[in-house]
């Protein structure tokens, strides 16, 4: 999981655990409360509940069972969806490095040091554009 700066599509943080978990799941372990309020968090779907944890945060609109999302609430997907692209598009510029797109063969041990050297290289770049 990443935090990324939307302005300068810097990132700002990293956080990865051990195995498969959830993302939403390794929010609420590493990060929990202590993300400041007047910062805003805005994830995919899967991260339906953040708003009990984290008051300034979007998510788009799961479309219920056996029903169908209104006009307005699709409208609110969309929204959110064009300002999360950036995100995507820094998941993509990390996926340039192979190690990140492809199952991790490596010691674990190591996996942090790489992650941060790759987001350390990602944001070196940024700098010099």
């Known amino acids: 999981m990443i935090f990324v700066n939307k302005e300068t599509l810097e990132i700002i943080a990293i956080a990865q655990c051990k195995g498969k978990?959830?993302?939403?799941?390794?929010y609420k372990d590493e990060f929990g409360?202590?993300?400041?309020?007047?910062?805003?968090l805005m994830g995919d779907s899967g991260f339906q509940g953040i708003l009990?944890?984290?008051k300034n945060s979007e998510t788009p609109k799961k479309k219920p069972k056996n029903g169908?999302?209104?006009?307005?609430?699709?409208a609110?997907?969309?929204?959110?969806?064009?300002?999360?692209?950036?995100?995507?598009?820094?998941?993509?510029?990390?996926?340039i490095f192979k190690?990140?797109?492809?199952?991790y063969r490596n010691r674990r041990k190591r996996f942090g040091l790489r992650m941060s050297l790759?987001?350390?290289?990602?944001?070196?770049?940024?700098?010099?554009a």
């Open 21 to 26: 978990d959830h993302d939403f799941k390794l």
């Open 33 to 40: 409360h202590a993300v400041a309020d007047w910062i805003k």
């Open 52 to 54: 009990d944890f984290h």
């Open 68 to 74: 169908e999302l209104t006009k307005e609430e699709k």
């Open 76 to 95: 609110e997907n969309r929204r959110i969806a064009r300002e999360r692209i950036f995100i995507e598009n820094v998941n993509a510029c990390l996926k």
């Open 99 to 103: 190690i990140l797109a492809n199952r």
């Open 118 to 128: 790759i987001c350390g290289i990602y944001n070196f770049q940024r700098v010099i």
